[in-house]
């Protein structure tokens, strides 16, 4: 089993900052990419960040300047660090990671963490 244990989520005031983590822990042989999605109240999953495990990252319209995704492979673990946040950013916010748990690292699923709630208001 794979496990994305997610942190960092609450409550901050527009233009604040939060820094999400994400550590992907379980029978885990090989992991490619690893990144964020959002869920806005009303709205559909959407991308936020990605990183490859050659650390290619890539970012919706809507973060980049002020989202920044970081990774480990080391601990498994990536980063989301967000600044200048606004309203529109509050939305539960899901890790993922693209992971091989077979012995070749020959078959790779998707796994989600169950979220983490970033909500931005005054």
């Known amino acids: 089993q794979v496990q994305l244990e997610e942190s960092g989520g609450g409550m901050v005031q527009p233009g604040g900052s939060l820094s999400l983590s994400c550590a992907a822990s379980?029978?885990?042989?090989?992991?490619?990419?690893m990144g964020w999605y959002r869920r806005a109240p009303g709205k559909q999953r959407e991308l936020v960040a990605t990183?490859?495990?050659?650390?290619?990252?890539k970012y919706a319209a809507y973060a980049v300047g002020r989202f920044t995704i970081s990774r480990d492979n080391a601990k498994r673990v990536i980063e989301l660090q967000m600044n200048g946040l606004a309203p529109a950013d509050t939305a539960l916010y899901y890790c993922y990671a693209d992971v091989a748990t077979d012995a070749w690292a020959s078959s790779i699923q998707a796994y989600w963490g169950r979220g983490t709630q970033v909500t931005v208001s005054s």
């Open positions: 990183s490859t495990a050659g650390g290619k990252t």
């Open positions: 379980g029978s885990i042989t090989y992991v490619a990419d």
